[in-house]
């Protein structure tokens, strides 16, 4: 599923394909999404121009010339693939983007569970969203006072996009490894130490990620996520895997206290 890291990659390449390009064309194929984005609103793109590509948690934001801004969301299996207008579409194409310049972008989505919404200039998306992890005003303190008033244990509370943007299910577990903090920790009860200590490893986490198309096909690279059974990479303790608020934690139980 892409995080932080791939959205930011994907918004790179958008950025590079679409912006400055003025819309020829939105065809919207899948009924789920034509249930977002009808025909009719797909047809009042024609003509707008794209000013620049926003990327804000894992949400994607054209930004259109006319103040109005197309929102796009991968959720699960969604990705961008750049070509021309007259290329034969891939299998799960869901939702293509033609530019005057004979140029276009393709949603290709296998699952089909990405968005794409259309806002109104006077009507922004309201993400909702925390800070990112590269604001600087996002201090080892914010972080902490932040923690201090979430229940539950740390690991569900980092997948809170309001708490923090962009992190998902891998880069969540990954972070606690880094920074030695159990999954099961309380999040009210880490000390602005373990907050700093986090807050570090979170930031380093991002940055090393590539970015490729879906972390999960590099896993080799991950310290926990989906190494079940396999020895921590700081003291060989096999990888433990637990079920919290429905999503697979991994941790070493060991190491991360
Ligand atoms: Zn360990």
Known sequence: MPELPEVESAVQRLRTAASGKKIAKVSVLHPALKRRLSPARARSLRGARIRDVERRGKHQLFHLDDGRVL???????GDWLMGRADDELPRFARATIDFTDGSRVVLEDP??????????????????LGPEPSDPALTAAFFHAALSKKRGPIKPVLLDQRVIAGLGNIYAAESLWHSRISPETPASSLSVA?????????RRVIKRATGTRYTDSSVSRLAVYDRVGKPCRRDKTPIERIVQAGRSTYYCPTCQR
Request: aromatic share 2%; glycine share 2%; proline share 6%.
């Open 71 to 77: 929102h796009a969301h991968f959720r699960m299996t």
């Open 111 to 128: 699952r089909a569970l990405s968005t794409l919404d259309l806002h109104a200039a006077d009507a922004p998306p309201e993400l909702g």
């Open 194 to 202: 373990q907050v700093r200590a986090l807050l570090a490893a979170i």
